[in-house]
Every structure is written in C-alpha cells, then in structure tokens.
C-alpha cells in the first residue's frame, strides 16, 4: 500500500509490520528464557514487564524501520540513520522497562 503522505513515501504496512514483531520478540525472547529458567519464581506481577517491554521494542523496531528503509533508504546517511535507530530501540526498552517497574511499584 502506498501513500500519498511525503513523510512516508515509500512506507510498507507489511515491512512494518515485520519490523514490529522483530523487535518486540528480542526483548519478549530473553524475558520468556528468564521465565523458563526460574519457573518456579514466576509471579503474576511478571506479566507487567512481559507485556510493556516488548512494547517498546515494537516502538523501536518500527522507528528502524522508518529510519533505515523510509527516510533514508541508501547513501551515506543510512549508516548513521540506522546507529541512531539501534540506540534508540535500546532507549525504548529501556524506558519501557522503567515504566513497567515503576507502574508495579518495583521502581524508585
């Protein structure tokens, strides 16, 4: 589907889409292995981190993808699109992580 928006000339719903579930399944991946290991210590306050953490990565999968394949698909700023768009998927975790924590009271 193409759009007539110039900010998003060239958006996908479909790629976007993928770029969502990629990133949301990195940091859902690592929680569900952190589950699995210490099953026995699973409580249901953990199912807040495990639902707001891989939000965030599907904020920052999304931005990569808009960053590296939308708005500057090639050329020499691509390099430096995609290392601000990795940060930047890391700082959503991270937020998304911090407000997770402090929405159940495990943040100070």
Request: hydrophobic share 65%; aromatic share 24%; proline share 2%.
């Given at each position: 589907m193409k759009t007539?928006?110039?900010f998003l000339k060239g958006f996908q719903a479909k790629?976007?889409?993928?770029?969502?579930?990629?990133g949301a399944s990195i940091p859902f991946?690592?929680?569900?292995?952190l589950i699995?290991?210490?099953s026995?210590?699973?409580?249901?306050?953990?199912?807040v981190p495990l639902i707001f953490i891989?939000?965030?990565g599907v904020f920052g999968g999304l931005?990569?993808?808009?960053?590296?394949f939308v708005w500057f698909p090639s050329g020499s700023k691509k390099f430096g699109a995609i290392l601000f768009s990795t940060l930047l998927y890391?700082?959503?975790?991270?937020?998304?992580a911090v407000f997770a924590f402090s929405l159940i009271g495990l943040w100070d």
């Open positions: 007539n928006i110039e790629s976007a889409l993928v770029a969502g579930i990629i991946s690592w929680l569900m292995f699995l290991v210490k026995e210590l699973f409580e249901s306050w953990m199912w891989p939000l965030g931005f990569f993808y808009l960053m590296g890391f700082v959503a975790i991270w937020l998304s």
